[in-house]
């Protein structure tokens, strides 16, 4: 085994001891970074035909493991045998000078690029394992990550299109999966930067197809981080791109890109081009067979109708998205799309319908393990008895969705049942147990950030204690409301502002501004907003609440 801190002077001795095989065939290793595969130099070395004729031999396998293991010995590798060996720190430097006593610059250089699209070749493979499922795969490319990275170097300099892809393909999931992210876009920049914007797939085919994996993959990126407008302009890049050539049109990667694009506009409430992009995805996935996709597309569709108020289509696609995931036996899909159709029902009145759903919904989450769908249906079948004014079976499952959630770690959900719990209390007028559950809901909500919520809460407090006629608490509430939703340019503004009117129209506007003045630091409320509110209230333009 190596020792820790091995000096350049030890190498040369070292060196010196191994065998004459050894020592031709060692310095090779100057041209890997951080692990080296035995399986791999092995293969490597057998199908370059040029190395034999550079070291004047070529070792199987059990002859390159020989090898490797003597390093280990005399402290050029920091682990013997096994499938990898680390090389250790230093040594690289020093086996480089070993090998250029032997090659000429541009034998190295030519053995080097060989490598590099070795390591491209090896990339796909292991890249299409990932998809797969394999589990060892990651493993295998965390080892291999520094000689994937070195390549992606070499293929750089050469501008080597092809090979980039499936190198870059593997260190993204490889750095993702370490939770390497800003690695991972750094060098994805660096790669869009090298290709340039101009990209013409009848000029070069492999370097668009390398673009449209960055632009792609950046766009996916820009989503997940808020950033919608950016991502709505990648993904529209990349379908025009897509469209521009016969060989780059991939029907399954131009549906998969509307349908990211449907998500950008879904997130921004533009439901009418949400649903052209989700129609245009499901036709191309009905086309390619594609049932999995195909559900998910109709789901989608579903949510959009949802979100248009049109609940009749809604019903009609969330129900056409269940029947597919039903035969398909995708249990966490037909889960969902009873959730949906449940909320659908609830939200048309049909209550007893609604629950049906939401229960079956709730078994067949319960029988995969979704815990999260669970607490979500037990917290929904809450609110519907809560409308059906059947308080204490509302109760009841409010604090089943309360305990999934608190064995679960679930806060946002938890929080939100306290709200409702609230609510209960203060229709049963018991409001010192109702402020207790808002408040608790509060504390949640402000812990995790759940910035509407939090403004939600907050007036519930203010209109609770205005209906109490405690008006210095329910300026305090409507307050804080004001100030988080007003920061965050939240819409429940308006109905914060109105809780507000509300208010001073009770206490009069003298000792209001009084008490604002004394509640928040001497700081001035919008009087002139409040009073236009009272005005269009009084005119009957628009009703304070």
């Known amino acids: 085994m190596a020792q820790d801190n091995i000096k350049e002077t030890d190498y040369t001795l ?15 290793l100057a041209l890997f970074r951080g692990y080296v595969s035995t ?32 390093a280990g010995c005399t402290g050029f590798l920091e682990e013997g045998g096994g499938e990898a060996h680390k090389i250790a720190q230093g040594a690289e430097e020093f086996l480089l000078g070993e090998l250029q006593k032997t ?15 070795f390591y491209s070749t090896l990339a796909a493979k292991l890249y299409e394992k990932i998809i797969t499922g394999e589990a060892e795969v990651s493993q295998i490319i965390g080892c291999e990550e520094g000689n994937i990275l070195r390549s992606i170097e070499t293929g750089m300099a050469r501008e080597e299109w092809g090979w980039l892809q499936a190198l870059s393909m593997a260190v993204n999931a490889s750095l993702i999966s370490t939770n390497r ?13 090298l290709i340039g914007k101009e990209v013409d797939p009848k000029e070069d085919t492999a370097r668009a197809c390398l673009w449209l994996f960055l632009r792609f993959n950046e766009s996916m990126d ?86 248009e108020g049109d609940l009749d289509r809604a ?71 809560q409308d059906k004014n059947e308080m204490e079976t509302a109760k009841e499952w409010f604090n089943k969705s309360i305990a999934i959630c608190e064995s679960t770690g679930r806060e946002r959900e938890k929080a939100m049942a306290y709200h409702h719990l609230g609510l209960i209390a203060q229709s049963d007028m018991l409001f010192g147990e109702a402020e ?60 914060v502002l109105k809780g507000i009117a509300v208010v001073m129209d009770d206490m009069g506007e003298e000792s209001f501004l009084e008490a604002w003045r004394s509640i928040f630091n001497g700081n001035e409320p919008p009087t002139q907003v409040l009073k236009q509110i009272l ?11």
């Not at 060196?15 to 310095?27: D, N, Q, T, V, Y």
């Not at 081009?273 to 049932?291: G, N, P, S, V, Y």
């Not at 005005?535 to 609440?545: I, L, V």
């Open 436 to 495: 207790e559950w808002y408040k608790k809901a509060l504390e949640v909500f402000e812990t995790i950030k759940e910035r509407q919520a939090i403004v939600s809460t907050l007036a519930q407090l203010g209109v609770m204690n205005a209906s109490l006629k405690e008006n210095l608490r329910a300026l305090s509430f409507f307050g804080r409301a004001l100030s988080v939703a007003g920061r965050s340019r939240l819409p429940q503004t308006v109905d």
């Open 181 to 193: 992210g800003e690695e991972w876009s750094a060098l994805r920049s660096s790669l869009l930067e």
């Open 39 to 70: 399986a791999n130099i092995a293969e490597f070395t057998r199908i370059y035909g040029p190395y034999k004729e550079f070291m004047g031999s070529l070792p199987d396998e059990a002859g390159f493991e020989a090898i490797l293991v003597d």
């Open 222 to 307: 820009l989503r997940e981080t808020g950033e919608l407008k950016g991502a709505e302009e990648g993904f529209n890049e990349v379908l025009e791109l897509l469209g521009a050539s016969e060989e780059m049109e991939s029907e399954s990667h131009v549906a998969e890109t509307h349908h990211q694009l449907g998500l950008v506009h879904q997130y921004c409430a533009k439901t009418k081009e949400a649903t052209e992009c989700f129609e245009k995805a499901l036709e191309l996935k009905k086309k390619l067979k594609d049932d999995f996709g195909t559900a998910m597309e109709l789901h989608h569709l579903g949510l959009a109708s949802h979100m």
């Open 315 to 385: 019903l009609v696609s969330f129900k056409a998205a269940k029947e597919i995931s039903d035969r398909i036996e995708n249990k966490h899909a037909v889960a969902n799309d009873l959730h949906h159709i449940g909320m659908v029902l609830h939200e048309k009145g049909e209550f007893d319908a609604a629950i049906t759903s939401f229960t079956e919904a709730l078994e067949m989450s319960e029988s995969i393990g979704n815990t999260a769908g669970t607490a979500s249906d037990c917290h929904h079948i809450g609110t519907i008895y």
């Open 14 to 28: 070292a060196f010196s001891k191994l065998g004459e095989e050894a020592r031709r065939h060692l310095p090779m």
């Open 103 to 117: 090659l000429s610059e541009k034998d190295i250089e030519e053995l080097s690029w060989a490598l590099a699209g």
């Open 535 to 545: 005005e269009d209230h009084a005119t009957g333009d628009s009703p304070a609440s």
